[in-house]
């Protein structure tokens, strides 16, 4: 088997040795390539020697994005740990059952936490804690030319981190993250989104998301391209620095990039260098798209998911409004399908299940095996969206395959009458679910942020949509919200909306 190179930080150590690698913007901390490889080194060797880190053995991080997490990874991939980010907004009662499931010998925790921390019971079953600002030293300290050597070369197979999902339907699942994943989707990215060593991005994705290791840095890592790491996403920073670093590219979700064009001097900076923004976790609307293009920041749009890549399809920005909804083509080495509910491929504009096969795809889940056979079948991922594929072969979401619903023996795809609703100048945010109905079975309850300084009765949005949607489409209800919930990913996060409708019903 050929073994692959995963150290990534070491080769540019030897490449581009003076190249700048990283800042963290809150303490305006930077590193070149070399300086980060000999700290990170450094830090390897303390795992190994004062905590007994061995080949396979899970170190938890229980922080906010920090150089010491990022130092923190790149160590377990030298000496062959696994990374296990946990979500900093989860109560002692979650974290408890990731803990337990992913049993780490080392668990790490960010000293603002510790409250949160010592209420943990899982913690009696680990073997170390400490808190990450113990590490920052590495970061600081000098190691001139400090080389760590591996027990061993590691190969594709071989876990690297595992990250938990949402869990917005039950439990959440370790997704098992390895080498092979992380360089097909770092060359997947590079392909289509033509990444060299010169980029620069702003990195604020939590790091306890697919979205913060792998849209974006590691790809960049692998390229040898650059980064400045911010704790949490503010529109108004990262507009200022994307104007002052000369960002090439940008990543977001469509509420990102909705919160910086609000701003005040969004029309007025400057933002030339930017090749263009990446968009994913959900459509972004057309009106949205035609404001970035003004400013001449084309929109990517994308699609993917944890267990595969993430970065599985995109949209070339030239087709962003001709195809609008579309997230494009699979990526390179991604091979994609639409089935039925009877298994049979789907013949073009049909409505089907995705599933995807390619080396990107995770090996399945953290200690459940029945839950990986269910979701892989002959190495293809059941992905649980509902998609389509028009005559010249893009693809589009219609929905996850657990948000449709049925409507008096009908199918309702809530993300298509999302789609209508945006289309109306007085809405700047909606969203749709199903609930339960005593003569349909389920109707559809829509909950609309409508913008500033317009006015809009539920009795109008409704009748927007008479005449434009299928009767059984129209929501029976609309609730009127000044915000929408999310997930801590970003996403709408429809099981809140179903709690708001039971508590107002």
Not at 316 to 335: T, W
């Amino acid at each position: 088997m050929f073994n692959y190179q995963t150290d990534w930080l070491s080769k540019w150590a030897v490449y581009t040795p003076n190249k700048f690698f990283l800042r963290e913007y809150n303490r305006d901390l930077r590193w070149t390539f070399k300086q980060f490889n000999e700290r990170t080194n450094a830090l390897a060797a303390h795992l190994v020697t004062n905590f007994n880190i061995k080949i396979g053995d899970r170190i938890a991080v229980f922080s906010k994005n920090r150089a010491e997490f990022v130092q923190l990874f790149l160590a377990a991939i030298k000496c062959g740990a696994i990374l296990v980010p946990l979500n900093f907004r989860l109560t002692a009662r979650e974290l408890d059952l990731l803990i337990n499931d992913a049993q780490p010998k080392l668990f790490l925790f960010e000293e603002e936490y510790r409250n949160e921390v010592i209420k943990l019971n899982s913690l009696k079953r680990v073997e170390q804690s400490e808190t990450i600002n113990e590490f920052t030293h590495f970061l600081i300290d000098d190691f001139t030319d400090y080389k760590f050597i591996p027990e061993k070369t590691f190969g594709e197979s071989d876990v690297c981190m595992i990250l938990y999902t949402a869990g917005t339907t039950g439990l959440s699942k370790g997704v098992i993250i390895n080498h092979r994943m992380l360089m097909w989707n770092a060359i997947n990215t590079g392909l289509r989104l033509d990444l060299t060593s010169s980029d620069h991005t702003q990195s604020y994705a939590p790091f306890f998301h697919t979205g913060g290791w792998n849209v974006l840095f590691t790809p960049f890592l692998l390229h040898g391209a650059s980064h400045t790491l911010i704790q949490n996403f503010d529109a108004e920073l990262i507009l200022k620095l994307m104007e002052e670093e000369k960002s090439t590219i940008m990543f977001g979700v469509p509420t990102m990039l909705q919160m910086m064009s609000d701003l005040k001097n969004f029309e007025t900076a400057n933002l030339s260098s930017l090749r263009y923004a990446i968009v994913g976790g959900a459509p972004m609307p057309i009106p949205l798209i035609n404001i970035w293009h003004k400013k001449n920041v084309p929109i990517r749009q994308g699609y993917g998911l944890t267990e595969v890549g993430p970065n599985c399809f995109s949209l070339h920005q030239d087709d962003a409004i001709r195809k609008k909804g579309s997230i494009g083509f699979p990526n390179f080495y991604i091979e994609a399908k639409i089935i039925d509910d009877n298994g049979n491929e789907c013949k073009l504009n049909e409505v089907g299940e995705l599933l995807l096969r390619s080396p990107v795809v995770t090996d399945g889940y953290w200690g459940k095996a029945e839950e990986t056979k269910k979701s892989i079948t002959d190495g293809f991922f059941h992905t649980g969206d509902l998609v389509r594929k028009d005559e010249e072969n893009y693809f589009y979401v219609v929905d996850r395959k657990k948000n449709m619903f049925i409507s008096g023996g009908e199918n309702v795809y809530p993300a298509e009458i999302e789609k209508f609703l945006y289309t109306h100048n007085s809405i700047k945010e909606v969203a749709v679910i199903g609930v339960p109905d005593s003569k349909w079975g389920e109707v559809g309850k829509a909950f609309v942020v409508i913008k500033n300084n317009e006015q809009l009765s539920r009795e109008e949005i409704i009748n927007f949509c008479v005449g434009n949607l299928a009767k059984y489409k129209i929501p029976k209800y609309v609730e009127i919200l000044d915000n929408i919930p999310k997930t801590d990913a970003g996403k709408i996060n429809k099981l809140k909306l179903l709690e708001l409708h039971n508590q107002h019903k």
